[in-house]
């Protein structure tokens, strides 16, 4: 199973770009779907984008497509999520989470459906 490590958040004033990693371990990264979720304060856990084993699928939520980007390097088991354009919305501590990837295009948005977390990197967006 892997383990994930999110890092690259920070504080950013409205506008502005910010791009999280989650390094994986385990030699089987690849086989595994990746999602991005976020959480503000006083606010449910929701979904961000997603990206299937190989990255030839990606998924976003309506709030952040256009401005975020979601790409993984499997030969440095690593996943990314490019922010740019960044709302105050869009505060929160974003977690990256692994599964496997078999019904990825059933199960993406669903964090229950994700087997393993990271521990969130948090992202605060100034006005």
């Known amino acids: 199973q892997v383990q994930l490590v999110e890092s690259g958040g920070g504080l950013v004033q409205a506008g502005g770009s910010l791009r999280l990693s989650c390094a994986a371990s385990?030699?089987?990264?690849?086989?595994?779907?990746m999602g991005w979720f976020r959480q503000a304060p006083e606010k449910e856990r929701e979904f961000v984008a997603a990206i299937d084993g190989s990255g030839g699928r990606t998924y976003y939520a309506d709030s952040v497509k256009g401005r975020f980007t979601i790409s993984r390097d499997n030969a440095k088991n690593t996943t990314y999520l490019q922010m740019n354009s960044l709302k105050p919305e869009d505060t929160g501590v974003y977690c990256c989470?692994?599964?496997?990837?078999?019904?990825?295009?059933?199960?993406?948005?669903?964090?229950?459906?994700?087997?393993?977390w990271g521990q969130g990197t948090q992202v605060t967006v100034s006005s």
């Open positions: 385990g030699r089987t990264f690849s086989s595994y779907a």
């Open positions: 989470a692994a599964r496997p990837e078999r019904y990825f295009s059933v199960f993406y948005a669903y964090a229950r459906r994700y087997d393993v």
